[in-house]
């Protein structure tokens, strides 16, 4: 996990594990299964620096990702999906 989730807030050692078990990978692949193996609902969201982290504790079926999974060469890689704003990275007419 990155350390820069654990910057505004000084998060204690139980909410850091707490957090690392909420961390979950993107990894394109689709897998059909019988509805009856389903056991319920979780939202997942690509992890944003604007977002408050004691949100993903407090919500039970709340998850977050940063990393995608490349099952052919086995490697986490950066998900490439942030949205920047700034006068560095925004266009000009």
């Not at 993903?56 to 998900?79: E, M, R």
């Amino acid at each position: 996990m990155q350390e820069y989730l654990f910057s505004d807030y000084k998060f204690n050692d139980v909410e850091k594990h707490q957090l690392t078990h909420r961390e979950v990978f993107l990894s394109r692949q689709i897998e059909t299964v019988n509805a009856s193996l389903i056991r319920g609902k979780c939202s997942v969201r690509i992890l944003s620096e604007a977002e408050n982290m004691q949100q993903y504790i407090k919500d039970p079926d709340t998850f977050y990702y940063s990393l995608v999974f490349d099952p052919k060469q086995k490697t986490l890689l950066a998900d490439g999906g942030d949205i920047r704003i700034g006068a560095k990275v925004t266009s000009r007419k």
